[in-house]
C-alpha cells in the first residue's frame, strides 16, 4: 500500500487521483498541495484526503508520505523533484520530464545522488491495447521495426500556463510529442539508441510564442525511423494513433476517438464525452474508461509494484531525460531546417548497431525482390541477379 502526497490539484492530479483511488485500491493520497487553498480544499473533500497545504515542502515532508506524485506545471518539477531528493522520498512525476534535457538530466542526476526511487508517469506507454501490441512487437510477430508513427492531437489544452513558452517549455511538440516520442522509441527499442531528428514545427493557428502544430522523424541507430505528429490546432477531439511497420507485419492502434463504441444523441442529457470532446451531440465517440484506456491503471500497478520490489519501473527519470533529449533535437531541426543530432550526455543503451542485412536468397543465382498473385491467376516473381544486379520478372501460371 502506498501513502501519497499529490503536488497539483488540477487535470491531471485529478485523473491520476481517479486511478490511485479507484476500483478497489488499497492505494491513498494522504496529502495534497495546490496553489490556492480553494482548490487545495476541494480536491480534498472530493478524494478524501486528510491531510491539505499551500505549502509543497509541507506536503512532501509529512512523516506518513511514501511516495510523492508531481502533476504540476513543467516550470515547477524540479522545484518539486529537488524536495523529493532532500527529503528523500519516492518520485514519480508526470511528462514531460523537464522543460528541455538539461533540466531533465538534473533531475535525473538529482534523483540518483538522492537514492530514491523515481518513475515518469508516460501513461501512453501503459495504455491496454499498447501493451499487447508491444509483447506482440518484442515476440516478433512484426518482425524488424522499420517505422513506428505516433500521432497525438486535439484542440489545445486547458490552462494558462501550457501557452506560456517560458512556463510550458514550448508548444505542443513538448506536450505532446513526449507521447509520441516514447511510443515510437518503445517499438523501435528503448536500447536503440536515437541518432538524428528533422522537424517541422509551426504556429499555425494560435496566438502564441510557440508551436501549434509540428511533424517530426526520429532516426534510430539500427535505421528505423520513429515519426510524431502533434498539434494544438485539430478540430474534432483528442485524436491518439499509432502505427508500426516491420518487415513481417503491421499494427494500427487507435486509442480514443475509435475505440469501439459510437452513439448518437439529439443532445438531451449530453454531458461529459471523453477528454478534449468537441461535441456532446450527433454522432460521438465515447470513451468506456478513461483511466484504462489512457494506461493510468497499469502505470500506477507498474510504479508501486517496482517500488515496492525495490526495481526500477519500466518508465524511469531516465526515459523522461532521453525523450527530452530527442525534443530537444527536434527544436533545433524545426529552427534550422537540417538534421540535428540527439545530444545525450548519458545514454545506457547499445553502442554502434547497424542497420540489419535485408536480401533474401531465391536460389543460387538470385535473391528475391518480391513475390504476388495476380488477379488473372499468375504469379509473379521479382528476382535480382545476385552477380549482375539485374531486375527480372518470372511468371508462374
Ligand atoms: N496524459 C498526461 O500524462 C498528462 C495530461 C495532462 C497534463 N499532464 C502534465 O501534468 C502537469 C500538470 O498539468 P495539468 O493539466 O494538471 O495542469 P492544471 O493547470 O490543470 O493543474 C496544475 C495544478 O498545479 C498547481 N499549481 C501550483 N503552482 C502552480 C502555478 N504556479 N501555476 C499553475 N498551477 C500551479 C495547481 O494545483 C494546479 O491545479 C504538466 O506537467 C502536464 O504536462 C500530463
Not at 268 to 290: C, M, Q, R
Not at 303 to 323: C, H, I, L, Q, W
Request: proline share 3%.
Amino acid at each position: 500500500m502506498a501513502n501519497i502526497a499529490m503536488l497539483g490539484s488540477g487535470f491531471i492530479g485529478r485523473f491520476y487521483a481517479d486511478s490511485l483511488q479507484g476500483q478497489r485500491s488499497r492505494d491513498k493520497i494522504v496529502s495534497i498541495y495546490s496553489r490556492r487553498e480553494e482548490s487545495a480544499k476541494k480536491f480534498a473533500d472530493d478524494y478524501q484526503v486528510a491531510h491539505w497545504t499551500l505549502d509543497m515542502e509541507e506536503a512532501i515532508a509529512r512523516p506518513e508520505v511514501g511516495v510523492v506524485c508531481v502533476s504540476l506545471p513543467n516550470n515547477l518539477h524540479e522545484t518539486a523533484v529537488n524536495l523529493c531528493c532532500k527529503h528523500k522520498k519516492a518520485v514519480i512525476c508526470t511528462k514531460p520530464l523537464g522543460r528541455n534535457a538539461q533540466e531533465a538530466k538534473r533531475m535525473l542526476e538529482a534523483v540518483e545522488k538522492a537514492g530514491i526511487f523515481h518513475g515518469y508517469l508516460e501513461d501512453l506507454v501503459y495504455t491496454p491495447k499498447f501493451l499487447k501490441a508491444l509483447q506482440s512487437v518484442q515476440d516478433g510477430a512484426l518482425g524488424r521495426i522499420l517505422w513506428a508513427k505516433s500521432r497525438e492531437t486535439h484542440p489545445g489544452p486547458h490552462s494558462e500556463w501550457f501557452w506560456d513558452k517560458e512556463q510550458a517549455g514550448g508548444g505542443c511538440m513538448l506536450d505532446l510529442g513526449c507521447h509520441c516520442v516514447e511510443i515510437g522509441r518503445s517499438f523501435i527499442g528503448k536500447d536503440i539508441k536515437p541518432v538524428e531528428v528533422m522537424c517541422w514545427a509551426d504556429t499555425q493557428v494560435k496566438p502564441i510564442d510557440a508551436e501549434d502544430h509540428a511533424i517530426g522523424l526520429v532516426k534510430y541507430e539500427n535505421g528505423a525511423i520513429g515519426q510524431f505528429e502533434v498539434s494544438w490546432t485539430f478540430r474534432g477531439g483528442l485524436d491518439l494513433r499509432d502505427e508500426v511497420m516491420g518487415t513481417e507485419g503491421t499494427i494500427w492502434l487507435n486509442s480514443f476517438l475509435r475505440t469501439g463504441f459510437d452513439m448518437f444523441t439529439t443532445g438531451k442529457g449530453a454531458d461529459y464525452v471523453a477528454e478534449k470532446a468537441e461535441s456532446n451531440t450527433g454522432w460521438l465517440f465515447p470513451v468506456g474508461d478513461e483511466l484504462n484506456e489512457l494506461g493510468y491503471n497499469h502505470m500506477f500497478t507498474d510504479m508501486f509494484n517496482a517500488m515496492e520490489a525495490g526495481k526500477a519501473p519500466r518508465e524511469s527519470f531516465y526515459d523522461g531525460y532521453v525523450v527530452n533529449a530527442i525534443l530537444d533535437a527536434a527544436y533545433k531541426s524545426a529552427a534550422s531546417k537540417k538534421w540535428e543530432p540527439v545530444e545525450l550526455e548519458i545514454w545506457r543503451g547499445q553502442e554502434g548497431v547497424t542497420k540489419a542485412k535485408t536480401l533474401q536468397d531465391y536460389n543460387d543465382q538470385y535473391y528475391l525482390v518480391k513475390e504476388e498473385m495476380t488477379h488473372f491467376g499468375a504469379k509473379k516473381l521479382i528476382l535480382k541477379d545476385k552477380t549482375t544486379g539485374q531486375i527480372i520478372e518470372q511468371t508462374i501460371s
